[in-house]
T-cell receptor, first 114, second 115 residues
Framework: QQQVKQSPQSLIVQKGGISIINCAYENTAFDYFPWYQQFPGKGPALLIAIRPDVSEKKEGRFTISFNKSAKQFSLHIMDSQPGDSATYFCAASIVGGGADGLTFGKGTHLIIQP | DAGITQSPRHKVTETGTPVTLRCHQTENHRYMYWYRQDPGHGLRLIHYSYGVKDTDKGEVSDGYSVSRSKTEDFLLTLESATSSQTSVYFC??????????????FGPGTRLTVL
């Protein structure tokens, strides 16, 4: 049972374009939605996160958009650069909900073409 | 990598042999996790620990056992390795303080190949 569905599996974007990755969740109790970035040969690292009390959070070129009624959230990468090429994972959890923590999507392999 | 080390980083073993992977942290975080990462499956939780000698099963725990005798160390054991356990294994730690959220910090990973 996959509680967080992520799409697309892979994405190719031209340099300077906008990369968009989408996630949908099922558990309405989730109240923390992070995105992790993973470069080849490295462990995932937190990129940006949002709580459901806001509909959007922006950090530099990275923006999370959150739609609570649709149970969806997305990552937008503006002015995409070759250095953004990586695998991106969305995740969800219930803050303070237990030690088992995050439920991850299956990941999106993003390639930014120069 | 937030004071997390994993050893070994790479290992090749044969079917049926026991394998132990080690995760060591210097952050004194209470919670520790073992995930496996496979193409098309993302990150799947194997086991987690919420304190010394306190562990529980995750989504894909069959064929794996864990132990945590010290705060800083979390061991993952494959009692009898199978080819289906060929994967990249990540350890993660978390403070779960609730602020800013359940951020997990990941180690560099161990690539395990079972022949």
């Amino acid at each position: 049972q996959q509680q967080v569905k992520q799409s697309p599996q892979s994405l190719i974007v031209q340099k300077g374009g906008i990369s968009i990755i989408n996630c949908a969740y099922e558990n309405t109790a989730f109240d923390y939605f992070p995105w992790y970035q993973q470069f080849p040969g490295k462990g995932p690292a937190l990129l940006i996160a949002i709580r459901p009390d806001v509909s959007e959070k922006k950090e530099g070129r990275f923006t999370i958009s959150f739609n609570k009624s649709a149970k969806q959230f997305s990552l937008h990468i503006m002015d995409s650069q070759p250095g953004d090429s990586a695998t991106y994972f969305c995740a969800a959890s219930i803050v303070g909900g237990g030690a088992d923590g995050l439920t991850f999507g299956k990941g999106t392999h993003l390639i930014i073409q120069p | 990598d937030a004071g997390i080390t994993q050893s070994p980083r790479h290992k090749v073993t044969e079917t049926g042999t026991p394998v132990t992977l080690r995760c060591h942290q210097t952050e004194n975080h209470r919670y520790m996790y073992w995930y496996r990462q496979d193409p098309g499956h993302g990150l799947r939780l194997i086991h987690y620990s919420y304190g010394v000698k306190d562990t529980d099963k995750g989504e894909v725990s069959d064929g794996y056992s864990v132990s945590r005798s010290k705060t800083e160390d979390f061991l993952l054991t494959l009692e009898s390795a199978t080819s289906s356990q060929t994967s990249v294994y990540f350890c993660a730690i978390s403070d779960l303080s609730g602020t800013p959220g359940d951020e997990q910090f990941f180690g560099p990973g161990t690539r395990l190949t079972v022949l």
